[in-house]
Every structure is written in C-alpha cells, then in structure tokens.
C-alpha cells in the first residue's frame, strides 16, 4: 500500500504532460512554424513576381505627360519649317547680336572659338559634350525627379515644358544664325565640322549623320541647351542629398554655357535669353497648375440635383402635403405599474 501511495505521490508531483496537438493542425501547421522558425520566400513565389513584360504593361505615359513632350517637339518641327527662306535675315539677326556684345565690352565667343580651336584637346570633348549631354542629361534628370521625388515631378516637367515653349516662340519670331554660320569675316570656326570624322553628328551641327535637315540651324536665340541645363542643375541642388552631387549641378550649365560658345553655335546673349526664359516659366508654372487645376475641377463638377419639398409618385404629383402619422396614446400610469417588477427584499440580520 505504501508502495502504491509513493507511486501516487510520484504521479501527482510530477509536472502533467502537455495536451498533443490536433493531427490535423499539426499538418496544417508550416514545417518552419512549427520549429519557430520564420518562413522563407518560396521559390513559387520569387517567380510571381511581375517581370519587365507586365510592369510594362501597367505603365502609364499620361503620368509622364508624354503627349506634352510630342506636343513640345511639333513645335519645335513647326518652327523649322516657318524660317524657311529667311536666312538672310536669321544671320541679319546673328551680326547684331555681336555689334550689342561689342557695345556692352563682352564678346568671349572669339576667343573660345579661338582657344578650342587650336587645342584639339578641348575642342573634340567640348563637340561630344554639346551633342550627346543636351539630349542624355536633361531626361535622365527627368527620370530621377519621376523614380525619387513623385510629389516634385509634374511641376519640374510642367516648367520644362513651359520654358521650352517659350524658346520655340523665339525661334519662329526672331530667328538667328549661330556664329558658325555668319560670314568668313567674323572668324568664326565649325569645330562640329572640324571634327566631324570623329563623332556621330554630320557638319551641319550636332544632328547625326544625314538627318542634317531635321534641325532648325537658325534656332540659336534663345539658347536651350543653356536653358535646359540650367533647369537640369537648379533642379539637382534643390534635390541632391549629397553635396558634392549639387555642387556639380551648379556647374553643369556653366560648362554647357562656355562649350555652347566655344564650338561657335550659340552667342553670349543667347545663354544670358536662355536663362531668362527658364526663370520665366519658373514663375508661371505655379499659377499654370493651378489654373489647369480649377479647370478641371470645373469640368467634372456634376450639376446639384433638385430635391422636392413634397412627395412624388409613379401615377400623379399632389400638392397636397401628406399628415403626418398620429402619436400612440402613452400608458396609464397604474398600467405602467403593473409591468414593474418587485425588487426582491434583503433578508433582516
């Protein structure tokens, strides 16, 4: 009996065996949870996700605002087509831009067209930087205000866009021939046409090989290769986390500026219009968007719907108004009584 007693002591102080788990969940259950092990992406599920195909497929150009860029880029084909037959007066127009420089005592374009032109080694990078920059530079910076600053994108491509409109309106009402289309007495040297055997473009500028009559060559006032490279470093020193990365962006169109001169395609008061016409469209984007805003809100307002003060059915409308439902009688107080239940009384001590 002792024996048996030790024996229930035994059992009853010993810790109870935990309840086993339903066969069920126990299939159910992952094999890494059960071990308290986090789960692991599956190889099934790397594979679903969207490839390049479908993340293709749900872009959007209108976010882009491409049919802008279109819209930027007939004008531009327009305006070429509009100074047909005015080059005299578009290197009219070149030659007064220099006697003004001259008046005013700044005329660096001689001197760089100069200096770039007896050193092949600053003149061949200047002539791949003025035909590969313009056209890299100012979307890729587009691109990166789209990728990394959402909320600033449509502004920067809206003040593009707008700068780049107002240039086009100088294209078509003061046309103007580049320094390296003015006549040999100026001494003005075609550096794109010096070196023409060692890049892409053709010698009728910057346009690649055969494609020369695709390009305005009398669209030098204002200057957009200035203007977009100043949008492209306003918008990376206002943006760029690093400072050495807007630093450069302040230096970026200071060098467009002096390449623009030195390879004899665009004058000093080219770069100082081109410049005027980005600060311009800065100070009308803001009041554009919200213009464009109120008329959207204006367009897709619904008219109020007219509510009638009484009631109208399928059949007829009366004008008569409807009484309204009677009140129910309240109680009788001994009835209210009646319904109370008696508290149950608490037994005397």
Known sequence: MAGTMAQGEVGDSASPAPPSAHPDEQHERPPAQQHGRPTQPS???ETDRPGLLARARRWKP????????????????????????????????????LRTERRLHVEPEHWLNRLFSEHAWLGVPADYIYASLHYAVTPLVLVWIFRGRRAHYAFARTWLVLATGLGLIGFVFFPTAPPRLLSDPDGFLDLMAQHANLGWWGGSGSAPKGLGDMTNDFAAMPSLHFGWALWCGLLIFRHARRRWVRVLGLLYPALIMVVVMGTANHYLLDCVAGGLVVV???VLTGPLQRLAARLRRSLHREPPTSVPDYPVTPSHASLTPVPAPEAAPAPHPQAQESHRIAAPRRPAD
């Open 43 to 45: 190889a099934q599920a």
């Open 62 to 97: 209108r976010q882009w605002g491409l049919e802008l860029v279109l819209l930027v880029y007939a004008a531009y084909d327009g305006s070429r087509l509009l100074v047909h037959g005015k080059e005299s007066v578009a290197r009219n127009h070149g030659e007064l831009l």
């Open 280 to 282: 311009v469209g800065r």
